[in-house]
């Protein structure tokens, strides 16, 4: 190959208008479709490789629900044994996440009609929280100090169902607003104002307890 071809093959970063991570995209999109499409069929092997890529993301899902690790698994284990049985009604334009979260949901609601045996979050709780990267800088700069996460689980525990749970799905879990809106089916526009009011609420909580603390040390 002389120089001129190499320097002409080495000037298209794309194929076809794609650029390479494009492409990757486009595989592994390719990839989930050809495995999802295998486990409505009952390919259990097929789903154990879906399960093994979602199970973090599905755990977190589920402590952000239930406020305790236990629970947390448990649910998410459980929705995924649900998710299996009821792959045949899978709608393969939908993404399989946002499908299995609002099994999870429904089943977390489930538990919390039936049983009072749901804890509360707990130094353990954050512990868990804590593997997830890059909480957002809004909460972030609340929980600089290590003294000060048992008081934002506690706070965070006191806030309504549905403003914990955005808390935890944006700030902590790094989901867009689209996605969120995905999953609680609801309009971005009342993804950002739920948001807003949740974390106005967090910080108010927080504004109120940290001067408390302070005078007693």
Same mark, same amino acid.
């Given at each position: 190959?002389?120089?001129?071809?190499?320097?002409?093959?080495?000037? =298209?970063?794309? /194929?076809?208008? #794609?650029? %390479?991570? @494009?492409?990757?995209?486009?595989?592994?999109?390719? $990839?989930?479709?050809?495995?999802?499409?295998?486990?409505?069929?009952?390919?259990?092997?097929?789903?154990?490789?879906?399960?093994?890529?979602?199970?973090?993301?599905?755990?977190?899902?589920?402590?952000?629900?239930?406020?305790?690790?236990?629970?947390?698994?448990?649910?998410?284990?459980?929705?995924?044994?649900?998710?299996?049985?009821?792959?045949?009604?899978?709608?393969?334009?939908? =993404?399989?996440? /946002?499908?299995? #979260?609002? %099994?999870? @949901?429904?089943?977390?609601?489930?538990?919390?009609? $039936?049983?009072?045996?749901?804890?509360?979050?707990?130094?353990?709780?954050?512990?868990?929280?804590?593997?997830?990267?890059?909480?957002?800088?809004?909460?972030?700069?609340?929980?600089?100090?290590?003294?000060?996460?048992?008081?934002?689980?506690?706070?965070?525990?006191?806030?309504?169902?549905?403003?914990?749970?955005?808390?935890?799905?944006?700030?902590?879990?790094?989901?867009?607003? =689209?996605?969120?809106?995905?999953?609680?089916? %609801?309009?971005?526009?009342?993804?950002?104002?739920?948001?807003? $009011?949740?974390?106005?609420?967090?910080?108010?909580?927080?504004?109120?307890?940290?001067?408390?603390?302070?005078?007693?040390?």
């Amino acid at each position: 190959m002389s120089d001129h071809e190499s320097n002409t093959n080495a000037a =298209k970063p794309s /194929t076809c208008g #794609y650029s %390479i991570y @494009k492409w990757q995209a486009i595989r592994t999109s390719l $990839n989930e479709q050809s495995l999802l499409e295998r486990c409505k069929k009952g390919d259990k092997q097929a789903f154990e490789i879906i399960v093994k890529k979602y199970m973090k993301r599905a755990y977190f899902s589920a402590l952000a629900l239930t406020h305790s690790q236990d629970n947390a698994l448990d649910l998410s284990q459980e929705a995924f044994v649900r998710a299996y049985r009821s792959m045949k009604n899978f709608n393969p334009e939908m =993404k399989f996440f /946002t499908w299995y #979260y609002r %099994i999870l @949901k429904n089943l977390f609601l489930n538990l919390k009609r $039936n049983t009072s045996k749901i804890k509360n979050f707990t130094s353990e709780g954050y512990e868990a929280l804590e593997l997830i990267e890059e909480p957002s800088a809004d909460v972030r700069e609340l929980v600089e100090a290590n003294d000060l996460h048992n008081i934002l689980w506690k706070n965070i525990n006191q806030l309504e169902d549905s403003q914990r749970e955005i808390i935890i799905l944006k700030d902590f879990q790094d989901y867009s607003y =689209k996605e969120i809106s995905e999953l609680l089916e %609801i309009p971005v526009g009342t993804v950002m104002s739920r948001l807003f $009011n949740a974390r106005k609420n967090l910080k108010e909580r927080m504004c109120e307890c940290i001067p408390l603390r302070e005078r007693n040390i």
